[in-house]
Nanobody, 122 residues
């Protein structure tokens, strides 16, 4: 089993920045890709960004150029730096982990964190 714990959510004004992180523990060797998904009120959960253990990344079109995913393999932690935030980025952000294929956004991994709320509002 893999446990994922997110941190760093909060309230930020439009145009602002926020960094969220996710620490993984447990059977780390069973995962390759770590990813961020988000779910806005009344909407389906959607992929935001993903990064493989080798550093390959993928981003949703809606966040390209604004969000950056990074990973510290030594700390088993993935980060999401969010810049130029918009009200439509408001959502619960979930950490996800699984095999290499997760980076393609076709199917999430089996492991989920509980989520952290990001609110973009003036």
């Amino acid at each position: 089993q893999v446990q994922l714990v997110e941190s760093g959510g909060g309230l930020v004004q439009p145009g602002g920045s926020l960094n969220v992180s996710c620490a993984a523990s447990g059977s780390i060797s069973s995962i390759n890709t770590m990813a961020w998904y988000r779910q806005a009120p009344g909407k389906q959960r959607e992929p935001v960004a993903a990064i493989t253990s080798g550093g390959n990344t993928n981003y949703a079109d809606s966040v390209k150029g604004r969000f950056t995913i990074s990973r510290d393999n030594a700390k088993n932690t993935v980060y999401l730096q969010m810049n130029s935030l918009k009200p439509e980025d408001t959502a619960v952000y979930y950490c996800n982990a699984g095999p290499l294929s997760v980076v393609l956004f076709r199917r999430p991994g089996d492991y989920w964190g509980k989520g952290t709320l990001v609110t973009v509002s003036s």
